[in-house]
């Protein structure tokens, strides 16, 4: 059975980094597109960071270009989201996606990401 597990989630302050990380299990990791999408309170769900199946090719929405990385391990499958200098703006539940042949198959649950002071 195909699953997602975010984790990494927190409190955190403004200026200060978090690391997320999810580990699939279930499926072909190494084949898939992996994203990392988030969603605010009251607010749709929002495309954070892409990286292809190799690794090679990584791309961000314009609100974390420059202070978000994502990063694969196809060897232990899993992919993480290095997020720093964060802002309250970034407060949301951040979900893993898995995606293949243009759709996205497989969700994580989710882990809650809070910046405040």
């Known amino acids: 059975q195909a699953q997602l597990v975010e984790s990494g989630g927190g409190l955190v302050q403004p200026g200060g980094s978090l690391r997320l990380s999810c580990a699939a299990s279930?499926?072909?990791?190494?084949?898939?597109?992996m994203r990392w999408s988030r969603q605010a309170p009251g607010k749709e769900r929002e495309l954070v960071a892409t990286?292809?199946?190799?690794?090679?090719?990584?791309t961000y929405a314009d609100s974390v270009k420059g202070r978000f990385t994502i990063s694969r391990d196809n060897g232990k499958n899993t992919v993480s989201l290095q997020m720093n200098s964060l802002n309250p703006e970034d407060t949301a539940v951040y979900y893993c996606s898995a995606r293949r042949f243009g759709r996205t198959v497989y969700w994580g649950q989710g882990t809650q990401v809070t910046v405040s002071s």
């Open positions: 279930g499926f072909t990791f190494s084949s898939y597109i």
């Open positions: 990286i292809t199946s190799t690794g090679g090719t990584t």
